[in-house]
């Protein structure tokens, strides 16, 4: 049942952005890859699977305009969207100390039930 459900949300995300309507806020879609710039190492079976997945590809093709196709094959013309780029270079600054993460990782984490590779 759980991979009907991500396959309907991966189509309701990519008619939302087909539409320009955001469904994750620009905010949450920096957060989301801030926190896997910084922490998602070593956590690939939990980011590629499920509603994380989903969000992740979501945040990628909506503020850094990475685009995948089915083989999983570069489509995108990589452009940032001006407005998010720099929202999302000021989130990858504020990880600082990796074991002590700002709150708003330590917010993903509770919400998406992640816990950073090296932190307990």
């Known amino acids: 049942m759980s991979g009907n459900i991500n396959g309907l949300r991966e189509q309701l995300f990519q008619t939302a952005l087909s539409a320009g309507l955001?469904?994750?806020s620009g905010d949450k879609c920096c957060r989301l890859l801030a926190w896997l710039y910084a922490y998602g190492g070593g956590r690939e079976e939990t980011v590629f699977n499920g509603r994380l997945r989903n969000d992740i590809f979501?945040?990628?093709?909506r503020v850094l305009n990475i685009w995948l196709d089915d083989e999983g094959e570069d489509i995108g013309s990589h452009?940032?969207?001006?407005?998010?780029?720099p929202v999302l270079q000021g989130y990858v600054q504020s990880v600082t100390d990796f074991s002590n993460p700002p709150e708003w990782a330590a917010e993903l984490e509770a919400e998406y039930g992640?816990?950073?590779?090296g932190r307990k």
């Open 22 to 24: 955001p469904v994750i």
């Open 58 to 61: 979501y945040a990628q093709r």
């Open 79 to 85: 452009i940032p969207d001006p407005e998010l780029a």
């Open 114 to 117: 992640l816990q950073a590779r």
